[in-house]
């Protein structure tokens, strides 16, 4: 059931948790790529930190699953993005737009990469974001080739806990939203996930223990979905 999954493992929270632990006795694909010592990485991700990146992740382009840590780190759907060559929407389900201005010329950051996949990436086209305002979904929306990205902060803190002030989506309302953009897309792409609270950024362990369970129903949904695609 399980599909290959790949976690960009900056801050090892994944591993704190039990995530990794627990995809693994399920028998998951899994791919974990170390980034904890690459410098320069945390909200902003420097040109040399982003070529390392790029170099460590590059094997695993065609994995349909990745985690990518906090919100920190959501820049990363601009570099896994950059493998794809034919014309493609994003769907990005976020409690913020991510679509500042660079603060810092030639700086990849959380908070902008969605203004530089626009300018840098000639494969992209509609940005369809889902989160900052009240509650909505897709109406009657279809796409061609299709990459979604996930940031968990769209979620009420009953269903997560992020280092970033949150909305209030439900797990069930987020999964609803995914599936059908999944099921009117003629081809998905990627999927990413990030919006985790790591310990040295205050975790409690319910904080973890409430992540947990939403990532393996996130992981588990993802995974019967695109597996009934086939």
Known sequence: ????????????????MGFIDKLKKEGCTLEVVDLSSVEGTTCYCSPDAEDR?????APFSDFPIRWID????HYMTKILSESVLEPFDLLLL??????QEPEFEGVLSCGSW??????ENPSLGDVITIGPAPRGGLSDRSFGNLYISL???IMSRKWAR???????FTLDEVLAIISTAIDRAENILAIDICGELSV?????????????ETNLRIQHFLSEKLTNRQ
């Open 1 to 16: 059931m399980f599909v290959r999954t790949l976690i960009a493992d900056f801050s090892h929270v994944y591993t704190d």
């Open 53 to 57: 990146i790029r170099e460590q992740v």
């Open 70 to 73: 906090s919100g920190d780190y």
């Open 94 to 99: 976020d409690h913020h737009p991510d679509d």
């Open 114 to 119: 969605v203004n530089t996949i626009k300018m």
């Open 151 to 153: 940031d968990k902060d």
């Open 162 to 168: 992020t280092d970033w002030s949150q909305g209030e």
């Open 200 to 212: 040295p950024h205050g975790a409690t362990p319910e904080d973890m223990r409430i992540n947990l």
